[in-house]
Each structure stands twice: as structure tokens, then as C-alpha cells.
């Protein structure tokens, strides 16, 4: 290649760049104020022998993707799951649990029907905050987990109390007690609307901040969000417009 050509070629590039690159937006919120910070690039907490984050290193291990534009839920379900059961003494013959065990597994008001199915249930795609929390119940005493609770919490609106029950519950997370957040994925990363489910993988009380294991592994990976985001994320109508999101809490009682 000439020295012509080779001229030409980046003078292209550059001005492809400036007419198309202008209309792409950050991956995490507008431009200088990110909803959101990737875990790859503030791990400190991590780092710190002051925070053994029982929660995060038990979900880590089961982080998967989900395998549809509707299934969050499951992935988040299988995480949770798979890491309540970390500490069991396990067979050879065990497997680890996938969405599509917990889907064959697990029958609760058309729950596969609605994630999987190209036309969803009667057109209806994706599952409630509720629905979770009937699915996670069945579902932990399918795998053996007798004793376990699951506590629907639905938050609507920004209340002080809202948040301090929340802090309370998320200071309470360990490799037996989880929560799994039902949010606006506009609310944290600045993506369409749309109702969505992830595991919470830890908090960090001195910066005031929750991790977000999103299980939509095509376009994002761990990342924090301030309380105050994740408060305003969770404090929104679900697409009946009739209930607000929120969280499960889910305790395996073990």
C-alpha cells in the first residue's frame, strides 16, 4: 500500500468516525455523569481485607448470561441457586443448575411459556417481582432447601424508610441470604426501558454503593450503581403499571 493510499484510508476512517461516531452514547448514562461503573475499573472494595463479601464470592463462580431477551429471571434464579448451594457436600453425578433445568423443573403460571416462547404467554413476555418470588420459593424446595424464605419487597416511592430497610437488608447479604433486584435496566445503564432482574453481588457502605451482576452478558458486566440509583431503578411501574418493582430476599435457612 502507497503512501497515497494509506493517506486516503485514514482521512475515511476519521470522517466515518466523526458523522457516526457522534451518535453513540456511553454504555453506563450520559456523557460525564455515568449511572453506572464497571467493576473492572473500581474493584478496590474487593481489595480490602475489611470486606469478605460472602454474597459476591458465592454468586461469582454461577455469573452466566441469559439465554433470551426475557430471561433474566431464570439466569438470575440458576446464580442464586447454584451459589446457596455452594457449601453443600456434592456428589459426582451433580450437576450445576442451568436455566434450562429450572425451566424443565420448575412449573409456576407458564413461567418457561413466558421466557422462552417465541409468542410468550398470550403475548406476554418476561414474569412480575411476585411471580419471581413464587417461582424462587418452589424452586428452592425443589433443590432441597426446606426451610427457605422468600420475602417480596416492592418499593414505591423514595421513602426513608424504603431506604433504610433496604440497607438493612443488603448489610445482611451472605452465601445464605441473597437478594435479587426487579429494576428499570434504563434506570442504570441508560438502555431502553425494560423490566429486568439481577442478582445483588455486594455493597459497599463507606461509598455508598450496590453491584449489579447483570446477567445481560451481550452488552454489560458487573458494574455499581449508587444507592440512590438503585433506589430510583427499583421505584418504578412494572409494565401492568399497576405495582412497583423492588427485590426479593431470599434466605435459604440453611
Known amino acids: 500500500m502507497n503512501k497515497f493510499i494509506a493517506s486516503f484510508l485514514l482521512v475515511q476512517f476519521f470522517l466515518i468516525l466523526a458523522v457516526y461516531g457522534s451518535d453513540l452514547k456511553p454504555k453506563y448514562g450520559p456523557k460525564g455523569s455515568p449511572k453506572a461503573i464497571p467493576l473492572a475499573l473500581s474493584n478496590e472494595y474487593f481489595r480490602s481485607p475489611q470486606h469478605p463479601a460472602p454474597a459476591f464470592w458465592a454468586l461469582i463462580s454461577y ?4 439465554k433470551t431477551g426475557a430471561s433474566c429471571s431464570s439466569a438470575t434464579l440458576a446464580m442464586v441457586l447454584n451459589a446457596a448451594r455452594s457449601h453443600f457436600q456434592k456428589n459426582s453425578e451433580e450437576i450445576v443448575i442451568s436455566e434450562s433445568d429450572l ?42 432447601f426446606d426451610k427457605v424464605s422468600v420475602k417480596v419487597v416492592h418499593i ?7 431506604q433504610s430497610d433496604l440497607v438493612n437488608a443488603l448489610e445482611k447479604m451472605s452465601d445464605k441470604i441473597f437478594i435479587i433486584a426487579n429494576f428499570d435496566q434504563k434506570s442504570f445503564t441508560d438502555d431502553s426501558e425494560a423490566g429486568h432482574f439481577a442478582p445483588v453481588g455486594a455493597y459497599d457502605k463507606e461509598r455508598g454503593r450496590v453491584l449489579i451482576l447483570d446477567p445481560d452478558r451481550k452488552y454489560f458486566e458487573p458494574y455499581w450503581v449508587s444507592l440512590e440509583v438503585f433506589m430510583a431503578g427499583m421505584a418504578t411501574a412494572d409494565s401492568s403499571k399497576q405495582l412497583s418493582r423492588g427485590y426479593l430476599i431470599v434466605n435459604t435457612g440453611s
Open 103 to 144: 425451566l424443565d423443573q420448575v412449573d409456576v403460571d407458564h413461567w418457561k411459556q413466558r421466557l422462552i416462547s417465541p409468542v410468550g404467554y398470550f403475548g406476554q413476555w418476561g414474569i412480575s417481582l411476585d411471580l419471581l418470588g413464587k417461582v424462587t420459593e418452589v424452586a428452592f424446595k425443589q433443590y432441597r
Open 63 to 66: 455469573y452466566i448470561p441469559q
Open 156 to 162: 414505591d416511592k423514595k421513602s426513608l424508610q424504603a
